[in-house]
């Protein structure tokens, strides 16, 4: 649903330390210079690293680029990463006078087509996570496989904390006064805090069309709520779960090199459905992790 601007996270005390490699606290990824892609009627800033199959990293809410400092050097070991900001976040411009997930996936797949990648890897983070699952949903030639970390299909209480509405409806208020002051700097948070309270409106069904194969990713004391990431989980039919113990929304910032190892093994690896009772019918010498 949301990764929270470093404004808002100094603010609700959770300002992530820099992670540039894996295990590195406190040192930051050297970002190079990245360029533009003209796409949807606004310019997509992005930048790529590494050679190999593509991967395409997609923040939250308020994001950008620099939210995936501990994943980008690992990842490029072995990929070629692609990373952009959405749509009036970041370096990006936006056209629009409402933002939806719709609107957002439509300016990927489109940055894509642009950049004549037919299929890739995503790894979608908050608000990434959801417009990775409507990619996959809805331009399923484009998505390989998809990793959704803290993703949510409804912006309510069954799946959302109740305190982190609370906190959204309050900085959509204190937005909205202030564009009311004239501060015009302050719609676009206007305007991603409506987005956060009024979206995503997916419908479960939905789920069950996704061809890709997903590893569906949450902390046990997520702004999103366990008993939904297992929602998601069971009703898509090629999917993994995996929830962190003692990880917050922010988990790969806090454990990057448990995710970024989760996350290559997933991408590297054929995806096999398992059977439950599988277990009961090997013998004792096989070794189930090798595929």
């Known amino acids: 649903m949301m990764l929270p601007s470093l404004q808002a996270q100094r603010q609700l005390g959770s300002k ?25 009627g606004i310019n997509m800033y992005y930048e790529q690293y590494g050679e190999g199959d593509p991967i395409l990293l997609i923040h939250g809410n308020g994001g950008s680029t620099e939210s995936f400092d501990g994943q980008i050097a690992f990842l490029s070991r072995k990929y070629k990463v692609i990373v952009a900001d959405s749509r009036g976040q970041g370096r990006s411009t936006n056209n629009a006078d409402s933002l939806t997930y ?36 809805d331009y399923p030639e484009k998505v390989k496989k998809l990793v959704a970390v803290g993703a949510n299909l409804r912006p309510d209480t069954t799946a959302v904390s109740e305190a982190l509405l609370d906190w959204t409806r309050m900085k959509m208020e204190q937005a909205q006064d202030s564009v009311a002051a004239g501060k015009k700097s302050f719609a676009t948070e206007e305007m991603l805090m409506r987005l956060m309270l009024h979206h995503p409106n997916i419908d479960v069904a939905d789920l069950h069309d996704i061809k890709a194969p997903v590893m569906v990713v949450a902390g046990d004391h997520d702004l999103i709520k366990v008993t939904h990431t297992v929602e998601i989980y069971e009703n898509l039919p090629h999917a993994q779960l995996a929830i962190y113990p ?30 439950p009772m599988s277990v009961m019918l090997d013998t004792p010498s096989k070794n189930n992790d090798e595929e």
Not at 248 to 275: G, I
Request: net charge negative.
């Open 102 to 137: 719709e609107l957002m996936a439509e300016d990927f797949y489109l940055f894509l087509e642009q950049l004549e990648l037919d299929s890739v890897n995503i790894v979608g983070w908050s608000d990434g996570g959801i417009i990775g699952l409507i990619l996959a949903r």
């Open 246 to 275: 003692g990880a917050t929304h922010n988990l790969m910032l806090e454990s990057p090199q448990l995710f970024n190892n989760a996350v290559l093994r997933f991408f590297s690896r054929p995806y096999v459905a398992k059977d």
């Open 16 to 40: 992530p330390m820099g992670n540039g490699q894996p295990g590195s606290a406190g040192k930051s990824f050297d970002h190079i210079e990245g360029t533009y892609a003209v796409v949807n």
